[in-house]
């Protein structure tokens, strides 16, 4: 029987030596997270983290259209949860707070905008394509970038540069990107995933464990946990529990699919 869409596993793996290869495999809703990818994606990591053949981890979206378009906001409004069900803690995508000990790259191939950018914050390096696009537009829609969006951003970014992404909602180009530091690489459109493993090989080609204690001592990680994000996280909680309930955050995704320009209330 030909697996349908609904069959089809939220990410794909592949091994090129010591590189794990995930691919988020939603070409036709643009690698939008629902809870199969966060399944696939968390369930992969967790593998990679176990597996000491492997030594470094690449992350990329299937098509050629999105690296990835944020949360199903279809899911969303049917009501299921996009999370890993047996591992929330994971975060979104199964990915962005969950930390493991081998290096990870974000190759980008394509428009990131939102979660997107959320995923390339919450991996250690990043390539992208010539035409990639960075952002955060939830603020055009009465939301917050909460998956860590909001404080990564501004870590990784000079803190005026990151503000003007988080309150304007406008994006960042891959050269713009390159420029203030929050990508390592840009490269020809079609070549990312190349690109991205020959860094990784460069990685892998190191001593393993040196390789991941250097990286819990960067993070300052301790148990598992980068123990400096946890006030990021609790801010983020907590003020997304009062904007996603608020008018403004009806209203804005319903303006959207309305194809209308939002009315603010701001209640």
Known sequence: MTETAQEAPGALTERRGNVLIITLNRPEARNAINAAVSTAVGDALAEAQADPEVRAVVITGAGDKSFCAGADLKAISRGENLFHPDH???????????????????????????????????????????????????????????????????????????????????????????????????????????????LAERIAANAPLAVQASKRVAYGVDDGVITGDKGGWDRTMREMKVVFRSEDAMEGPLAFAQKRAPVWKAR
């Open 88 to 198: 929330p803690e994971y975060g979104f995508a199964g990915y962005v707070s969950h930390f493991i000990d081998k290096p990870t790259i974000a190759a980008v191939n394509g428009t990131a905008l939102g979660g997107g950018t959320e995923l390339a914050l919450a991996s250690d390096l990043v390539v992208a394509e010539e035409r990639a696009q960075f952002g955060l537009p939830e603020v055009k829609r009465g939301l917050i970038a909460a998956a860590g969006g909001v404080f990564r951003i501004v870590d990784q970014l000079p803190r005026k540069v990151g503000l003007q992404l988080i309150l304007t909602g406008e994006p960042l180009s891959a050269a713009e990107a390159l420029k203030w530091g929050l990508i390592n690489d840009v490269v020809p459109d079609g070549t990312v995933v190349d690109a991205a493993v020959a």
